[in-house]
């Protein structure tokens, strides 16, 4: 079955940009079936999601990140990225790369991610 | 800021019924489908119920999902121990800033 793995650095300092890659196997990010996301999670609160990317490089991001937030997908090495800049230590979060699904129909726009990745902290600090 | 707002906690016996609500708008809940994921102590969060009211394989049928206008309920009857979790619902947002919104979560205490 498909399964996502974050990787990048744990920390970054203050002002400067957060880096993760999200590799796919198991099943492709080529697939038209779905939009590739990422999700954060601040240490004890709540749920926020960031983005997310089609094959074809269209992006959808969270209007309140999305001056600072680029997703990209490299079809080649079956991944795809986010980048955050300029951080601050609000961004202290456990990053999660997610699988969605989605389709239009009578009921609305039906989106929903699975499965996710084991997800990875990134600590914002000098 | 979640625009989903859910009761902090919830708790029942092993064997109740425990049920969690949802409560959103027009432009979220009222014009497209909940989803329900469940987050164990220390893990990634899990898919409970997509679609409103669909199970994913492997998913218990004690966990159940329903959606009247702009709210939206989760229920877990015969309540087990490894049910103790954080629980969040989603749906897409239609505003003018469209997005994907979380619920404010459920921490459910197995007692």
């Known amino acids: 079955q498909v399964q996502l793995q974050e990787s990048g650095p744990g920390l970054v300092k203050p002002s400067e940009t957060l880096s993760l890659t999200c590799t796919v196997s198991g099943g492709s990010v080529s697939s038209g079936s779905y939009y590739w996301s990422w999700i954060r999670q601040p240490p004890g609160k709540g749920l926020e999601w960031i983005g997310y990317?089609?094959?074809?490089?269209?992006?959808n991001y969270n209007p309140s990140l999305k001056s600072r937030v680029t997703i990209s997908v490299d079809t080649s090495k079956n991944q795809f990225s986010l980048k955050l800049s300029s951080v601050t230590a609000a961004d202290t979060a456990v990053y999660y790369c997610?699988?969605?699904?989605?389709?239009?129909?009578?009921?609305?726009?039906?989106?929903?991610?699975?499965?996710w990745g084991q997800g990875t902290l990134v600590t914002v600090s000098s | 800021q979640s625009v989903l707002t859910q009761p902090p906690s919830a708790s029942g016996t092993p064997g109740q019924r425990v049920t969690i609500s949802c409560s959103g708008s027009?432009?979220?809940?009222?014009?497209?489908?909940v989803n329900w994921y469940q987050q164990l102590p220390g893990t990634a969060p899990k898919l409970l119920i997509y679609s409103n009211n669909q199970r994913p394989s492997g998913v218990p049928d004690r966990f159940s999902g329903s959606k009247s206008g702009t709210s939206a309920s989760l229920a877990i009857s015969g309540l087990q121990s490894e049910d103790e979790a954080d629980y969040y619902c989603?749906?897409?947002?239609?505003?003018?800033?469209?997005?994907?919104?979380f619920g404010t979560g459920t921490k459910v205490t197995v007692l």
């Open positions: 990317i089609y094959y074809s490089g269209s992006t």
């Open positions: 989603a749906a897409w947002d239609d505003s003018l800033n469209a997005l994907y919104v």
């Open positions: 997610a699988r969605g699904t989605y389709y239009y129909d009578s009921s609305g726009f039906q989106l929903w991610f699975d499965p």
């Open positions: 027009s432009s979220n809940i009222g014009s497209n489908t």
